[in-house]
């Protein structure tokens, strides 16, 4: 019985190796073209307050994995409940916490203003990062627990201003800056609510 060497060696066989294995690493964009996002690098998002306000946030989120959409009137979340069928649907942001934790990467909050501060500290607590609209807190206690909590858990929370970062808001401050108006001193600011009328 004849025995044939190889001339094959140890650092033949690992650039040979790392060759093939090349060809089997494949860039995303040559699977699905320019802008192609495959699912394994999306977020799956929990959205707490769909109607109203919070369905532009919804649509925000829309490019991402919507797992769970929360709101207490169905009546009003029913366009997002509907635009987004495979989301699980949840009256209570609580119960959603209990079902889908382990399901969810990042929470948007984007409920009545004095039910910010609870979600938030909720999703937080759960190790989840989190978008909340405006205001964050009724206190400046509220604040800092939320901030310390944000700490602790080394998670990323963003809080919505919007108004902010609009072009005109920007070209104003430009005005300002070049002295295209003159020297600001005082600046008087208003807010005006629509009026409610309690039956």
């Keep these: 019985m004849s025995t044939k060497h190889s001339n094959m060696t140890r650092r033949n066989f690992l650039t040979s190796a790392g060759a093939a294995a090349a060809f089997t690493i494949v860039p995303r964009h040559v699977l699905g073209g320019q802008g192609f996002i495959p699912p394994s690098d999306k977020l799956n998002i929990a959205c707490i307050g769909v109607g ?11 490019a991402e994995n919507l797992v769970a959409l929360v ?26 916490f209990d ?3 382990a399901k969810i990467d990042a929470v948007c909050v984007s409920t009545p203003d004095h039910t910010h501060s609870v979600a938030v500290m909720a999703a937080l607590k759960r190790g989840k990062h989190v978008y909340c609209e405006k205001p964050l807190a009724h206190s400046i206690w509220e604040i800092r627990q939320i901030m310390a909590e944000a700490k602790k858990q080394n998670l990323v929370t963003q809080l919505g201003n919007q ?5 005109s808001i920007r070209r104003f401050c430009e005005w300002i800056w070049d002295g295209a108006i003159g020297d600001v001193h005082t600046v008087h600011a208003r807010c005006l609510l629509k009026s409610l009328t309690l039956l």
Excluded at 55 to 60: D, E, I, L, Y
Excluded at 88 to 93: I, N, R, S, T
């Design 52 to 62: 109203g306000r919070g369905g532009a946030q919804v649509g925000g989120c829309s």
């Design 71 to 96: 709101d207490v009137d169905a009546s009003r979340a029913a366009d997002n409940f509907n635009k987004f069928p495979a989301a699980q649907k949840y009256k209570d942001f609580r119960k959603m």
């Design 99 to 101: 079902e889908m934790t």
């Design 163 to 167: 108004g902010h970062s609009s072009s």
